[in-house]
């Protein structure tokens, strides 16, 4: 399995309070992305990286901001969490040929 | 704009019984085509890929997929399905140099003794 470690696996937090998840990578992958996955939606990318502090939006990127000052770490951050970002959160890396793979999982609850 | 279709939301098959998957896809060129699965609580796992060449393409867990360039489809077959291969299926589509994907809403499989 590919070196993905995902942190929290689990959080629950209130609206209106920041949010950062963690991607951590032992691959040395160029690209990482995070995605959203929701009932009837399936996967949604929210933002990538393609290198060390270069970023770019995905389809669903409101809301959501992402850094990556070392190649082995993407954080995204919802700088003021909404109901509607209740979710689970994957993260993905990949080195060209567009095969992504992806790790566990971050199940965030906004109450 | 690309797009995946995975027209059904759910399958149920039985054990033992031939499994397929469809997935029709939105691309003006020839895309990279992808499955994955998913089971509960799980991240994604690679069954198989299309670049180019060959048009059926063999996967791990004894997938198969082909691509139809005329229908713009790569459904997904199993001959014999197992009790252990009731999940999530996610057809994708990677189009463009940046190697971004865009997701079929996925088939959910239930097996029946």
């Known amino acids: 399995d590919a070196g993905i470690t995902q942190s929290p696996r689990h959080k629950v937090t209130e609206t209106g309070t920041p949010v950062t998840l963690r991607c951590h990578q032992t691959e040395n992958h160029r690209y990482m992305y995070w995605y959203r996955q929701d009932p009837g939606h399936g996967l949604r990318l929210i933002h990538y990286s393609y290198g060390v502090k270069d970023t770019d939006k995905g389809e669903v990127s409101d809301g959501y901001s992402v850094s990556r000052s070392k190649t082995e770490d993407f954080l995204l951050t919802l700088e003021s969490a909404t109901s509607s970002q209740t979710s689970v959160y994957f993260c993905?890396?990949?080195?060209?040929?567009?095969?992504?793979?992806f790790g566990d999982g971050t199940r965030l609850s906004i109450l | 704009a690309q797009s995946v279709t995975q027209p059904d939301i759910h399958i149920t098959v039985s054990e033992g019984a031939s499994l397929e998957l469809r997935c029709n896809y939105s691309y003006g060129a020839t895309p990279y085509l992808f499955w994955y699965v998913q089971s509960p609580g799980q991240g994604l796992q690679l069954l198989l890929k299309?670049?180019?060449?060959?048009?059926l393409v063999q996967g791990i867990k004894g997938f198969e997929a082909e691509f139809k360039r005329s229908q713009s489809s790569f459904n997904l077959r199993k001959p014999s399905v197992h009790w252990s291969d009731a999940a999530e299926y996610f057809c994708a589509v990677g189009a463009d140099s940046s190697y971004k994907l865009i997701f079929g809403s996925g088939t959910r499989l239930l097996v029946r003794p």
């Open positions: 299309y670049f180019s060449g060959d048009t």
């Open positions: 993905a890396i990949s080195e060209g040929q567009a095969t992504q793979h």
